[in-house]
Each structure stands twice: as structure tokens, then as C-alpha cells.
């Protein structure tokens, strides 16, 4: 490994880390030498992840414990936890979150809320909660999960696009007023990756096989597939990247009307 992506000696607090691309990204992190403390709300879900990342990487580098990043308590026990057992945080990765699909005229005030309480609020939640052990050290890299929906619509997820869209504001703010503590704030925007949260909306459905034609990759993502995003944003290699948001999504956002295998772009076949 070249040393521009090593975190040896690096530890990372991972929200939403005991599934999918939080607990990708947390193997990931670990593959670069890294520690990391995974949170969600489901206590049995947390321990059967530590149990199966600690597998490859050993019992120190990996600890976690339920957290609900909509409870300021939890996000403060947490981290003061993750803070106590590693003695730093260099890394935060806000990956907890939930989606609710309904035509927005169905779509209460209190749902909308709950989406943004968790992405928006409980991101902002976290950030606020690692900055201060971020500006003693002088340094750290914050990574929030926006999403394809900060960018364009994808029908009847009204509260979570606006959620994902905030996250690039949010993601911007912080780039900001944090870069004069070393500290660099960026987002990733996975596509589309099949996941607890969202797989039966994509496998074998009428909107999966819409995405899959305006893919030009033509299939969909891996959470792995996302991970190398989070190591590089962690990592020396990006020591000037900030305020970015790194889009990783087979090439959906750069499809536009249509990929060139389309049968009207090829007229003499
Ligand atoms: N999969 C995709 O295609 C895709 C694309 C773009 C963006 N994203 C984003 O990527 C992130 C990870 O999603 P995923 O696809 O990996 O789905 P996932 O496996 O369902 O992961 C989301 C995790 O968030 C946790 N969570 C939910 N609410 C929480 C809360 N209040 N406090 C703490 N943890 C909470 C859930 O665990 P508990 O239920 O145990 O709390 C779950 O483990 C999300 O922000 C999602 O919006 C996903």
C-alpha cells in the first residue's frame, strides 16, 4: 500500500456502520490500518458487526455500541466513548439513515421531519459532536453520505431528497468555517447500491430497470464500491480536498438522455 492511503494510527467513529456502506466503509478503514467505533440503533445489529469485522482486523480495532444520531445524549456518550477507548477521533463518517417512498401529497409533515431529523439534523448532530476532539488535534476528515437524489429527482422520496440535498449545504458550511481547525469536510453521493434500505425499490422492479438503462455501466453499485471513496477522502492523498462532494455512481449523473447503445442513437442498425 502507498503511504497516501494509509491510516495507520487513525481512528474513525462511523454512524450507521453495522450495514451496508457504513460498515463497508468500516472494513475498508480497517484495510488501511485504521480503527474504527461503528453506532446504530439496533444494539444486536452493532455486536454481530464488531464480531464479524473484528474477524480480519483483531478485537482492538473494532468497538461499537447502540447510537440513535437523533438523541443528543447518544451522540454524546458515544463519542465520548469512541474519544476514551482511541484516545482520538481523526475520522467521522455520517452514514445513518432511513428512506420513506410515497407521493408527497401522502407524505406527513411528522415523516418529513423523522427523514430530515436523521440525515440533516443527526449528520449536524454528530459534526458538532467530534469537532471539538477534531480542533485539538489540529485535524480530521469528515465525510457526510449524500446521495443521486441531492442532484436530481427520483420520484415520491420527496423528504429524503431534500434531506440529501441539505447534506451538500451542510457539507459546504462546515468546508468552510472548519478548514481553519485542519479540518476537511466532504460528501460522497453513492448511486444506486442494493442495501437493507433500499433494495426493494431497485431489485427486479419497473424503477430498478429504469436506473439499470440510464446507467452506463449497465448494473448496480457494491457498497464496497463506495468504500475506497471514504479511505481516499480519509487519507493523506486528499490533504487538499474540501467541500468536495465525490460523486461514485457508474456514470448515472453523466447519462443524461441516454447512453450510446440506445437503439435510436445507433439509426443504421
Ligand atoms: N444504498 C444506496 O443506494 C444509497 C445511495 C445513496 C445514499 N445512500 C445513503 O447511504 C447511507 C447508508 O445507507 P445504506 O444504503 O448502507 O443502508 P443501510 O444498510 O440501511 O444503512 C443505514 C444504517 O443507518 C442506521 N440508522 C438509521 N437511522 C439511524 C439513527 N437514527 N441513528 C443511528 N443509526 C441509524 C441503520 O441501522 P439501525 O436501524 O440499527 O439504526 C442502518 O444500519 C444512508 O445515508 C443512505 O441514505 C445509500
Known amino acids: ?22 460498515k463497508a466503509i468500516a472494513q475498508a478503514i480497517l484495510e488501511a490500518g485504521g480503527k474504527v ?10 455486536e454481530t458487526a464488531v464480531e464479524e469485522l473484528s474477524e480480519s482486523a483483531g478485537e482492538d480495532a473494532v468497538l461499537g455500541q447502540s447510537l440513535d444520531v437523533t438523541d443528543d445524549q447518544s451522540v454524546e456518550e458515544t463519542t465520548a466513548k469512541a474519544l476514551e477507548s482511541f484516545g482520538r477521533i481523526d475520522i467521522l463518517v455520517n452514514s445513518a439513515g432511513i428512506i420513506i417512498k410515497k407521493p408527497t401529497q401522502e407524505l406527513t409533515l411528522d415523516e418529513f421531519n423523522t427523514v430530515h431529523e436523521s440525515h440533516v439534523t443527526g449528520t449536524l448532530r454528530c459534526c458538532k459532536a467530534v469537532a471539538a476532539a477534531m480542533k485539538e488535534q489540529g485535524s480530521g476528515s469528515i465525510i457526510n453520505i449524500a446521495s443521486i437524489s441531492s442532484f436530481v429527482d427520483l420520484v415520491e422520496v420527496a423528504a429524503y431528497a431534500s434531506a440529501k440535498s441539505a447534506i451538500l449545504g451542510l457539507t459546504r458550511s462546515l468546508a468552510n468555517e472548519w478548514a481553519k481547525y485542519g479540518i476537511r469536510t466532504n460528501a460522497i453521493a453513492p448511486g444506486f447500491i442494493p442495501t437493507d434500505l433500499n433494495r426493494k425499490f431497485l431489485e427486479g422492479t419497473e424503477r430498478g430497470r429504469r436506473i439499470l438503462e440510464n446507467t452506463p455501466m449497465e448494473r448496480f453499485g457494491t457498497a464496497d464500491e463506495i468504500a475506497g471513496a471514504a479511505v481516499f477522502l480519509s487519507s493523506p492523498a486528499a490533504s487538499f480536498v474540501n467541500g468536495h462532494t465525490l460523486v461514485v455512481d457508474g456514470g448515472y449523473l453523466a447519462c443524461g438522455i441516454g447512453d450510446s447503445f440506445a437503439p435510436w442513437a445507433r439509426p443504421d442498425e
Not at 5 to 21: D, E
Not at 37 to 43: C, D, K, V, Y
Open 1 to 22: 500500500m502507498t503511504d497516501r492511503f494509509n491510516l495507520t494510527g487513525q481512528a474513525a467513529l462511523i454512524t450507521g456502520g453495522a450495514s451496508g456502506i457504513g
Open 37 to 46: 467505533w461503528i453506532g446504530s440503533r439496533t444494539a444486536e445489529k452493532v
